[in-house]
Structures are given as structure tokens and as C-alpha cells.
């Protein structure tokens, strides 16, 4: 009997030991993004995007995947952060959505010499003055995303400008970003709020504000359950024939431009994807996305998507641990379906193209009709020493 107890008990520890093995075998993954709160929707788009890389790359089995919820709250995104690299001992953390969740976790990943593929979050400050050779972002910074917005629409004719976005880090980047390209052009900012972030569902006040000022123009930047709330309230003030709506990309995003209906129509951005675009590597991207979800994809699933693929092809190059992940990363370089990408090594932030978009109705449906392409925008170094 103890015989049997023994050589039982002995199975037992060799088969943990041998799960343990294989479990440690793997790239273990720590999936930070948020599923509750305004910006849940985004969090599930970029986890449908990446698991989307993983699955193409045939290379499923060599990832373990653990999943975090930050429900865009900085201090919970950071305990989720500790608990993904300290207990689950996380060879790589991927995702991140709020620039105000990226900041909290910043400090924590560089210190803990953790590699992080940022999937949104567009805090400039984390390419910039706080970067850091253990982040790498394949998203967006805020400031390439609106900087040449400015001109833009400077050429395009507008000269006075009222700005609205959520009251935090991303709200001031963006909007500090569209000024700095937009006076440099030679136009004027003639007011400007930042709302409440994550706690404004009435946009009222603030319309009748930007509506009283002389501007000829408003350009925003709002997403996910914000922006479908703003975008609304914008068309229903009547606001939309007198001053034009512009914006970041994410105000209209395909994701939710849906629930926005006629509202969106009309409305201008600037954006590094756009589902219609017209290439070979999109269109195949759109078609496999379009059969698994039957729908386009929007930005946050390219972001996923692109992330995905990064970790898949510095993992290619042999890396398996933290230090050589880290190491991988800003050397991956492709054309995918927003357009050739590549990291620029002195900020480890993405070099890219930027769009701009106007929602535009067809066949029933609204679509983005991109009316241009600045090409290969690139950040300064912004104080970044790697
Ligand atoms: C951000 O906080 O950096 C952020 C959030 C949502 C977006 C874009 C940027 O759509």
C-alpha cells in the first residue's frame, strides 16, 4: 500500500514538474488592457487584433497569455503591472490604452527591466524625456497623431480654432500637439476646455461655450464612450454646419463610428489607419479580420495586431527571455496594414504614416474616405536618452 502511495505520489511531483517545465517553456505574455469602463471596448479590440497575430504566426504554442484588467484607473493599471512580472513572472507585458495608465507604470517597467509592447496608449512622455530601452511602442504618440493635423487644416482653410478633449494626459498632449502644428502654420486657438475624463456624459455646457466663441472650426479628441457621446451631442446642438468637426482619428473610430450614425458624417481626422486603405496588406488584413468578426477592423485592432506581430518576430530572432525580447523589439520592422512601420531607435516610438479621414456615408453605411497621407512621421527626441 505505502508501496503504491509512493510511486503515486512520485507521479504526481514528476508530472507537476514536467507541466512546470513546459509552462516555463513558454513566452509568458502579460496582457494589461482595459475591460470595464469608457475605454472597454478598445481593450477587447486589441486583444481580438493580437490574438489575430498570434494564431497567423502558427506559433500559438510558445505563448502563455495572462490577462489584466486596468479598468483604466492608473493605480490599478500599476498593481496589475507588479502582479504580472512579480507573480506570474511575466517575460513581456503588451497593451496599455489610457496615456494616464502608461504613466503609473512607466517607473515600475523600467526598473524591473520588464520589455513592454505598448498597444495603445499614447503618452509622448514615455517615447520622450521618460523613455526607456524596456518600452517600445508600435500605436501612436499623441503628438505624431495630431501635430500634422495643424497644417492640415490650415491649408484647407480654417484660421480660428476652439479645442475640447478629456481633462487628462492625453487630452492635454493631443491638444498641445494640434496647436503647436496648427500656430506654426499660422493659425489662432481662440478658446479651449478639457472636460472631466471619464466622468462627462453631458457636453452641453461646453458646446454652448465653443459654440459662443468667433472659431471657424472645433477639433477634439475623444474616444471610445466618450467620443460616441460627444459626436452625438455635437450633431444634436446643431452645431456641425457652423463650425465644422475635426479631431484625432479615434473621435470617429470605426469601432464605434456605428453608434454614432448620421452624427459622424462629415467629420475630419487624422489617424495612422483607416480600414479602406487601399493596399495589398491591408486588404488582406480587413478580409481575415471581417471573416472572424463581420465587421472592418479599426485602429485598436491594427495596434493589437501589430503588437502581436512584433512580439512574434523578436521571439524569430531567438529571443526568448526579458533582456533579449527588449533588445528584439526596436529592430522588427515591416510594411503591415496601416503601412510601412519601423521603430525609430531613439525613442523606440514608431515611425509611420498619418492619415486624414472624413466619415463619409456610402451604400447605406459609413465608411472613411482618406483624403490624405503625410508620410513617415517621426517624433523628435523630446529630452529621450536611451
Ligand atoms: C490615451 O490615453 O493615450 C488614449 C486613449 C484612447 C485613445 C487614444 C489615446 O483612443
Known amino acids: 500500500m505505502n508501496k503504491i502511495m509512493t510511486s503515486a505520489l512520485l507521479g504526481a511531483t514528476l508530472l507537476a514538474s514536467a507541466q512546470s517545465a513546459a509552462a516555463s517553456d513558454k513566452i509568458d505574455v502579460g496582457l494589461l488592457l482595459p475591460y470595464g469602463g469608457v475605454y ?109 493635423m495643424g497644417q492640415w487644416m490650415y491649408d484647407n482653410g480654417i484660421r480660428k480654432v476652439y479645442t475640447l478633449a478629456p481633462d487628462y494626459a492625453a487630452g492635454h498632449q493631443m491638444i498641445e500637439a494640434f496647436t503647436k502644428g496648427f500656430e506654426a502654420a499660422g493659425g489662432k486657438i481662440v478658446g479651449g476646455t478639457y472636460t472631466p475624463f471619464r466622468k462627462t456624459k453631458d457636453f452641453g455646457p461646453y458646446l454652448t461655450t465653443a459654440s459662443a466663441s468667433d472659431a471657424d472650426a472645433v477639433f477634439t479628441f475623444y474616444a471610445g464612450g466618450e467620443a460616441i457621446a460627444f459626436v452625438k451631442q455635437y450633431d444634436a446642438f446643431g452645431l456641425k454646419k457652423d463650425k465644422p468637426l475635426y479631431g484625432s482619428g479615434f473621435l470617429t473610430s470605426p469601432l464605434y463610428v456605428k453608434a454614432q450614425g448620421a452624427a459622424a458624417k462629415g467629420v475630419v481626422t487624422s489617424l495612422h489607419y483607416a480600414p479602406t486603405l487601399d493596399t495589398a496588406e491591408n486588404k488582406k488584413f480587413v478580409s481575415v479580420f471581417k471573416d472572424k468578426n463581420g465587421r472592418s477592423p479599426s485602429e485598436f485592432a491594427v495596434q493589437g495586431y501589430d503588437a502581436g506581430r512584433s512580439l512574434v518576430e523578436a521571439v524569430k530572432t531567438g529571443a ?9 523589439l526596436p529592430t522588427v520592422s515591416y510594411t503591415g496594414p496601416r503601412g510601412p512601420m519601423k521603430i525609430d531607435p531613439k525613442t523606440n516610438n514608431v515611425i509611420q504614416n498619418i492619415y486624414v479621414y472624413e466619415t463619409i456615408e456610402m451604400n447605406g453605411t459609413l465608411t472613411q474616405k482618406v483624403l490624405g497621407t503625410i508620410e513617415n512621421v517621426q517624433d523628435g527626441v523630446n529630452g529621450c536618452k536611451m
Open 40 to 148: 472597454a471596448s478598445l481593450g477587447k479590440e486589441i486583444e481580438g487584433g493580437f490574438m489575430q497575430a498570434i494564431e497567423e504566426s502558427g506559433m500559438a504554442d510558445k505563448f502563455n497569455i495572462i490577462k489584466e484588467d486596468t479598468e483604466v484607473k492608473p493605480p490599478v493599471g500599476l498593481a496589475k503591472a507588479r502582479k504580472l512580472v512579480l507573480q506570474d513572472k511575466a517575460d513581456v507585458l503588451v497593451g496599455l490604452v489610457s496615456s494616464g495608465v502608461l504613466g503609473a507604470v512607466r517607473d515600475f517597467v523600467d526598473g524591473a527591466k520588464v520589455p513592454l509592447i505598448v498597444a495603445n496608449a499614447g503618452n509622448t512622455a514615455a517615447t520622450g524625456a521618460k523613455c526607456s530601452p524596456y518600452i517600445t511602442r508600435v500605436s501612436f504618440s499623441n503628438a505624431q497623431v495630431n501635430r500634422p
Open 320 to 328: 526568448t527571455d526579458r533582456e533579449a525580447i527588449a533588445k528584439a
